[in-house]
T-cell receptor
């Protein structure tokens, strides 16, 4: 979730399968949520975001689901490719406050 | 889209020396920048918020005299690690608050600091 500083859990997925990465958040006041992808040695890269008044948003090969009742976000990646291998973080945003990142999940795609 | 240029990408320095990391916003003005630190296999941890023309706001536990932040212009923020020690070795990343379609946060490419 939005606690930080913990070691990353890992998700291994076969190439071509769908991936689901989960995130729990604690701040109910967040206006929107963002998913980032971080490859080794690089800064975070924006993937998709969702406003707090939405339940679902789709992008190219990615879908974000938001369940405010249980404070849960998920990122679904369709037809996972080797290039999707990275660490994925969720972040909640309220106004212009700095992003607070969740602990992240390492996605490993098995060819 | 908005781009933040971070330099250097890698730096190795000796213990006791200081290192300056620069983040520049290209083609937009960044009144606010955030500095993060990331240790191996861990998440990004916010160090400080930098506002143009004013003093930075540091997170609890971050030494402001050790991590000097300067945001003297709308396109440049710098982080200086003073009297660096091996435990300061980390990946430092800046983020600028923007107004583009990605809802405001653009990241630099990061700086890998190794103190020997």
């Amino acid at each position: 979730g939005e606690s930080v500083g913990l070691h990353l859990p890992t998700l291994s997925v076969q190439e071509g399968d769908n991936s689901i990465i989960n995130c729990a958040y604690s701040n109910s006041a967040s206006d929107y949520f963002i998913w980032y992808k971080q490859e080794s040695g690089k800064g975070p890269q924006f993937i998709i975001d969702i406003r707090s008044n939405m339940d679902k948003r789709q992008g190219q090969r990615v879908t974000v689901l938001l369940n405010k009742t249980v404070k849960h976000l998920s990122l679904q990646i369709a037809a996972t490719q080797p290039g999707d291998s990275a660490v994925y973080f969720c972040a909640g945003v309220s106004g212009n406050t700095p992003l607070v990142f969740g602990k992240g999940t390492r996605l490993s795609v098995i060819a | 889209g908005a781009v933040v240029s971070q330099h250097p990408s890698r730096v190795i320095c000796k213990s006791g020396t200081s290192v300056k990391i620069e983040c520049r916003s290209l083609d937009f003005q960044a009144t606010t920048m955030f500095w993060y630190r990331q240790f191996p296999k861990q998440s990004l941890m916010l160090m400080a918020t930098s506002n143009e023309g004013s003093k930075a706001t540091y997170e609890q536990g971050v030494e402001k005299d050790k991590f000097l932040i300067n945001h003297a212009s709308l396109t440049l923020s710098t982080l200086t690690v003073t009297s660096a020690h091996p435990e300061d070795s980390s990946f430092y990343i800046c983020s600028a608050l923007t107004r583009d379609s990605s809802y405001g946060y653009t990241f630099g490419s990061g700086t890998r600091l190794t103190v020997v």
